[in-house]
């Protein structure tokens, strides 16, 4: 069975870091694109980033642009979201996911990890 664990995630000040990873298991890890989702209390899924299969390309949204950065390690089957200059409205419980379809929509994505809470206070 397809597993995708997330860890990383916790209370944080305005201003301040968090580095998620997202362990795969159950797929083949490098066949997959992979992407960062985030669910605000009372708001919809929203796409945060994503990356191919290589680490070659990734695109981010706009709202964390120049301040997030997705990366993959494959040989650990692994995918990290680097948050920097974090902002209260960043706080989320963040997703990570697995699909093989190039897109920002969730329902590109076929495989859902359980979210880590991300909170960040001013």
């Known amino acids: 069975q397809v597993q995708l664990v997330e860890s990383g995630g916790g209370l944080v000040q305005a201003g301040g870091s968090l580095r998620l990873s997202c362990a795969a298991s159950g797929l083949t890890f490098r066949n997959y694109r992979m992407g960062w989702f985030r669910q605000a209390p009372g708001k919809e899924r929203e796409f945060v980033a994503a990356i191919n299969r290589s680490g070659v390309v990734s695109i981010h949204a706009d709202s964390v642009k120049g301040r997030f950065t997705i990366s993959r390690e494959n040989t650990k089957n692994t995918v990290y979201l680097e948050m920097n200059s974090l902002k209260r409205e960043d706080t989320a419980v963040y997703y990570c996911?697995?699909?093989?379809?190039?897109?920002?929509?969730?329902?590109?994505?076929?495989?859902w990890g359980q979210g880590t809470q991300v909170t960040v206070s001013s």
């Open positions: 996911a697995a699909g093989t379809i190039p897109g920002t929509d969730p329902a590109n994505y076929d495989h």
